[in-house]
């Protein structure tokens, strides 16, 4: 098989680069012909700068973390602007044991329409951005044997088969609005608005300057932010001296909510 195997994610928290990479070395080895794996990180802005387009001759996983039940809306304007040019795509989708709702099928679509030939897609489960006990370091050792087992089932479709019938997917064609964290009384509250806090524990490192995938933390003075914060949890989860947090009692209790409510473990799911 005469392919390109690329691996191409936007992962704040690394959960997402582990499956994506996990599943195009799965289908590298099972191709055996040495080729090297073509790594596209488009966590940093710097990326989501640059043109990509694809050929007939690659297969791309690509891979996104759920965010309110949907593609990461920061992310749209970026994706529309990759070209499939007939390539073969893989959709995944990496979500923090709540609900995947219809970010698989938005990505599908997404690929699609820019000139992609989906052959299989999936909805894997990582560690919660918000917390360190939902799904708690996952993906695990059960997770990977998912993510081999897929990418065998990915090679074989692949050099099995070349008129591939359009995959289906979970999700609604129409899809549900953003998810919104509910306040005491059950009404929706809007956490957009909410920026991490830095203790006296910073050292002034910068690490959260380089790794914020908006680059908003200020440069100068690191507890200031120059845009957007997406609550991805990068620079909490990444800070060597736990220096970054939230104190916002909505968000507060919806971590928790979401702690207490899916706490029990949901497992993968492949459609190929
Ligand atoms: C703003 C935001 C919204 C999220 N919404 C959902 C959600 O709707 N359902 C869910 O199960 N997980 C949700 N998550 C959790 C992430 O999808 C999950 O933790 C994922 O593994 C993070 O990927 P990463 O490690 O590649 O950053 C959300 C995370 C963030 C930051």
Do not use: W
């Not at 050292?203 to 790794?211: D, S």
Request: glycine letters at 6%.
């Amino acid at each position: 098989m005469n392919k390109q195997i690329n691996a191409m994610y936007f992962s704040p928290t690394g959960t997402t680069k582990k499956i994506v990479s996990g599943i195009a070395e799965k289908i590298s080895e099972n191709l055996d012909d040495g080729r090297v794996i073509n790594y596209i990180d488009f966590t940093l802005p710097k990326l989501r700068k640059q043109l990509i387009s694809f050929t007939q001759e690659d297969v791309v996983v690509l891979g996104v973390p759920v965010y309110a039940g949907r593609v990461p809306n920061v992310l749209l304007k970026y994706l529309n602007t990759i070209k499939g040019n007939g390539a073969l795509a893989v959709p995944v989708v990496v979500y923090g044991n709540r609900n995947y709702d219809d970010a698989l099928i938005e990505l599908k679509d997404i690929l699609e329409l820019n000139g992609f030939k989906p052959i299989a897609g999936a909805a894997f489960i990582g560690e919660h951005s918000f917390s360190r006990t939902l799904a708690k370091d996952r993906p695990d050792d059960r997770d990977l044997i998912i993510v081999r087992d897929f990418a065998r089932q990915i090679y074989n479709k692949i050099t099995t088969g070349d008129n591939f019938q359009a995959l289906v997917v979970k999700g609604n064609s129409d899809y549900k609005s953003y998810y919104m964290p509910k306040d005491k009384e059950g009404r929706p509250v809007d956490i957009r608005k909410v920026t991490p806090k830095t203790n006296s524990d910073c050292t002034n490192c910068k690490l959260c300057v380089q790794i914020c995938p908006m680059g908003s933390i200020d440069q100068e003075d690191v507890s200031k932010l120059n845009g957007i914060c997406i609550k991805c949890g990068a620079c909490i989860k990444k800070c060597p001296f736990q220096a970054k947090y939230y104190d916002s009692e909505d968000y507060l209790r919806h971590k928790y909510e979401l702690e207490v409510e899916f706490a029990s473990r949901k497992e993968p799911v492949l459609f190929i």
